[in-house]
């Protein structure tokens, strides 16, 4: 019969604990970092550290004004699209029935056009059969801007269209360049792991 040594038992005690920190820290990471959503295109990249975005001020077609900070205790999928541009036409389409689903979702679906003119914005969303569909426009690129730009924005732009994430918190979580279908099960779970406190 072997008997157990106090060094036995040290050593045993220091491994157990050790295994302990390790499978802490894994938990933790994987309670960090969101589920993975990719396109055909590109992927949702994370954003480290997520910075606050809640004091941006957006306006919506008929000029009234809503802070980021309103939508704090829900994701938020802001998605940047412009009548000019082709790619958004497949997704618009699928922000539109997110956005009426989202009334009892942890999310909030935050569409901003980039088009100068809310009268346009608005003819060519009831084009599309959108009607109902509550956007948000950015015509001086105060939000929003590209990469020739000269005024540095809360929101750059690598393409078109575009959609960033804010958590819960009201913090910039990543954003995702081109058209997605944002129904997917993969997006899903990444609006309420960022929905999540």
């Avoid at 045993?12 to 920190?21: D, I, K």
């Avoid at 933790?28 to 480290?48: G, K, S, V, W």
């Avoid at 008929?62 to 309103?70: D, E, F, H, I, K």
């Avoid at 990469?147 to 954003?175: C, H, K, Q």
Wanted: hydrophobic share 40%; proline share 9%.
């Amino acid at each position: 019969m072997m008997t157990a040594t106090r060094r036995d038992l040290l050593r045993g005690a220091a491994a157990g604990l050790l295994g302990a920190v390790l499978g802490t820290r894994e938990g933790a990471a994987a309670e960090r970092y969101p589920p993975p959503f990719r396109t055909a295109r590109a992927q949702f990249t994370l954003l480290t550290p997520r910075r606050d975005v809640g004091h941006v001020v957006l306006r919506d077609l008929g000029g009234v004004p809503r802070t980021l900070a309103s939508f704090r205790g829900k994701s938020v999928l802001l998605g940047f699209w412009a009548s000019w541009c082709p790619p958004c036409r497949y997704e618009l389409p699928i922000l539109h029935q997110l956005q009426a689903q989202s009334g009892t979702a942890p999310f909030a679906v935050v569409p901003v056009s980039l088009d100068r003119d809310a009268a346009l914005a608005g003819a060519y969303l009831r084009r599309l059969g959108l009607d109902g569909f509550e956007s948000f426009i950015d015509p001086d690129g105060e939000v929003a801007s590209g990469p020739r730009s000269e005024t540095a924005t809360p929101f750059p732009l690598y393409g078109m269209p575009m959609s960033y994430v804010i958590d819960a918190g009201g913090r910039n979580a990543g954003y995702l360049t081109g058209e997605a279908d944002w129904s997917r099960p993969e997006a899903l779970a990444l609006l309420r792991h960022l929905a999540a406190p």
